[in-house]
C-alpha cells in the first residue's frame, strides 16, 4: 500500500523560532499533497494544498506567510510554522493519493509544542 | 458548501458485537466521495472504507460496511465482531470534487469497544 512518512514526529521549540515539517511519499510520487491540522479530540482542518513545482493554495484564514509550503519534488512537501507562537501548537498531519487512487493516506504526525 | 455530522461523540460496544457510527452529509455535488478513517491514541490516521456517490453497492471491507443511503445522504459505517483493538475516534470525511485530499471531515466518534 500507499505508504507516506512525516518527520519529525514531535518538537518543542521556543517562541518566535521556526519549525520546518517533512512528509514524504516513499512508494509512489505525488503532484498534490495537502497539509492538515488537528486540535485535541478535534476534526482535522485542511489548511492547504501543496502543489508539485508551483505556489500552495491556502484554505480560507489560513496565513501563508505563518504556514510556509515548499514541493519542491515529487515525494517531499515542506511546512515551516515561521515564528511560531504557543497558539500554534497542535498536530499537524500531511496527506498525498497516487495517482488514480481515490483515498488519500495521511503520514503519521507531528505533535508540535510551541513554549 | 459542503458539511459532514457526525451526531454520535461517543459509543460504547461490548466486544463482538456489531455497531453502527452515523454519518450524514450534504453536498450539491452530484459526484462525491465518502470515506471513513479510525485514529487511534497514537494519531495516525487509518483508511478503513471508500463509497464513491455512484457506486451502487454498499462497501465492504472485511469486518468495515458502509451502510450508504443517498436519498437520506447518510454513509454510516458498520462494524461486525468487534474487537478491543476498535477502540479509537473514527471520521467519515467527503471529497470534494476528483480530488481526494480536499475532503471536509466530521467531528468524529470515539469508540469504546468493553471486554
Known amino acids: 500500500g500507499a505508504v507516506v512518512s512525516q518527520h519529525p514526529s514531535r518538537v518543542i521549540c521556543k517562541s518566535g523560532t521556526s519549525v520546518k515539517i517533512e512528509c514524504r511519499s516513499l512508494d509512489f510520487q505525488a503532484t498534490t499533497m495537502f497539509w492538515y491540522r488537528q486540535f485535541p479530540k478535534k476534526s482535522l482542518m485542511l489548511m492547504a494544498t501543496?502543489?508539485?513545482?508551483?505556489?500552495?493554495?491556502?484554505e480560507q484564514g489560513v496565513e501563508k506567510d505563518k504556514f510556509l509550503i515548499n514541493h519542491a519534488s515529487l515525494t517531499l512537501s515542506t511546512l515551516t510554522v515561521t515564528s511560531a507562537h504557543p497558539e500554534d501548537s497542535s498536530f499537524y498531519i500531511c496527506s498525498a493519493s497516487p495517482a488514480g487512487v481515490e483515498t488519500q493516506y495521511f503520514g503519521p504526525g507531528t505533535r508540535l509544542l510551541v513554549l | 458548501a459542503q458539511k459532514i455530522t457526525q451526531t454520535q461523540p461517543g459509543m460504547f460496544v461490548q466486544e463482538k458485537e456489531a455497531v453502527t457510527l452515523d454519518c450524514t452529509y450534504d453536498?450539491?455535488?452530484?459526484?462525491?466521495?465518502l470515506f471513513w478513517y479510525k485514529q487511534p491514541s497514537s494519531g495516525e490516521m487509518i483508511f478503513l472504507i471508500y463509497q464513491g456517490s455512484y457506486d451502487q453497492q454498499n462497501a465492504t471491507e472485511g469486518r468495515y460496511s458502509l451502510n450508504f443511503q443517498k436519498a437520506r445522504k447518510s454513509a454510516n459505517l458498520v462494524i461486525s465482531a468487534s474487537q478491543l483493538g476498535d477502540s479509537a475516534m473514527y471520521f467519515c470525511?467527503?471529497?470534494?470534487?476528483?480530488?481526494?485530499?480536499?475532503?471536509?471531515f466530521g467531528d468524529g466518534t470515539t469508540l469504546t469497544v468493553k471486554p
Open positions: 453536498t450539491s455535488d452530484p459526484s462525491y466521495g
Open positions: 501543496s502543489n508539485e513545482g508551483s505556489k500552495a493554495t491556502y
Open positions: 470525511a467527503m471529497r470534494e470534487g476528483r480530488n481526494a485530499g480536499k475532503s471536509t
